[in-house]
C-alpha cells in the first residue's frame, strides 16, 4: 500500500512562533497533497489542495498568508503555521493521491496535534 | 448544497452485526469511500463504492445505492477494536471528498 508519513506527530509551541509540518509520500510520488484541519468532535476540514511546482489552492476562509503550503517535490509538501495562536491548536492531517488508481484514493499521514500555549 | 447524514453514535455488542446507514447529497458523484477514524488518529480507509451494489471485503462489507444517495457500511463479528468513528465520505464532481462528523461507534463486552 501507499504510505504517507507526516513530522513531527506533536508539538507545543508559544503563541506566536511559526510551526513547520513535514508530509512525505514515502513508497510513491504524489500528484496531488491535500492538508486538512481536525478540531475534536468535528469532521474534517479541508485546508488546502497542493500540487507539486504550482501554488497551492485555498479553501474559503483559510488565510493563505498564515497557513503557507510549498509542495517543493512529487513526496513533499510542507505547511507552515505562521505566528500561531491558541485558537490554531487543532490536529492537522495531510493526504496524498498516487493518481495510479481511477478514483482518487487518498492516502493519509498519521496527524500533527498541534497546541499552541 | 452538499451534505452527508449518519447517525451520530451507535452502540452494539462483541462479536455482533451493526450497519451504520449514510444519506447523501453532492454536486455531482464519483463514488463514495468508508473509512475509519480512531480517537486522535488520522483516517484509515476501509472501502470504495461506485457502482450500486455490494462491496465485500473481509468483516466490512459497503452498499451504495446511486440513485436513492444512500450507502451503509455493515460490521460482522465485531471486536472491542471496531470501536471507532466510521466517516461516509462522497467525492462529489470535482473529486473532493465530503467530510461529515461521522458516527461514533461503541463496542460493549
Known amino acids: 500500500g501507499a504510505v504517507v508519513s507526516q513530522h513531527p506527530s506533536r508539538v507545543i509551541c508559544k503563541s506566536g512562533t511559526s510551526v513547520k509540518i513535514e508530509c512525505r509520500s514515502l513508497d510513491f510520488q504524489a500528484t496531488t497533497m491535500f492538508w486538512y484541519r481536525q478540531f475534536p468532535k468535528q469532521s474534517l476540514m479541508l485546508m488546502a489542495t497542493?500540487?507539486?511546482?504550482?501554488?497551492?489552492?485555498?479553501e474559503q476562509g483559510v488565510e493563505k498568508d498564515k497557513f503557507l503550503i510549498n509542495h517543493a517535490s512529487l513526496t513533499l509538501s510542507t505547511l507552515t503555521v505562521t505566528s500561531a495562536h491558541p485558537e490554531d491548536s487543532s490536529f492537522y492531517i495531510c493526504?496524498?493521491?498516487?493518481?495510479?488508481?481511477?478514483?482518487?484514493?487518498?492516502?493519509f499521514g498519521p496527524g500533527t496535534r498541534l497546541t499552541v500555549l | 448544497g452538499q451534505n452527508i447524514d449518519q447517525p451520530t453514535e451507535m452502540t452494539a455488542t462483541e462479536g455482533a452485526i451493526v450497519q451504520i446507514n449514510c444519506t447523501y447529497q453532492?454536486?455531482?458523484?464519483?463514488?463514495l469511500f468508508w473509512y475509519q477514524q480512531h480517537a486522535g488518529e488520522a483516517p484509515t480507509f476501509l472501502s470504495y463504492n461506485v457502482l450500486d451494489g455490494l462491496e465485500e471485503k473481509g468483516r466490512f462489507s459497503s452498499f451504495l445505492s446511486r440513485s436513492k444517495g444512500y450507502s451503509y457500511l455493515l460490521l460482522k463479528e465485531l471486536q472491542m477494536k471496531d470501536s471507532a468513528s466510521y466517516l461516509c465520505?462522497?467525492?462529489?464532481?470535482?473529486?473532493?471528498?465530503?467530510w461529515g462528523a461521522g458516527t461514533k461507534l461503541i463496542i460493549k463486552p
Open positions: 453532492t454536486s455531482g458523484f464519483n463514488g
Open positions: 497542493s500540487n507539486e511546482g504550482s501554488k497551492a489552492t485555498y
Open positions: 465520505v462522497p467525492s462529489d464532481s470535482n473529486y473532493q471528498l465530503i
Open positions: 493526504s496524498a493521491i498516487s493518481g495510479r488508481d481511477s478514483y482518487n484514493e487518498q492516502f
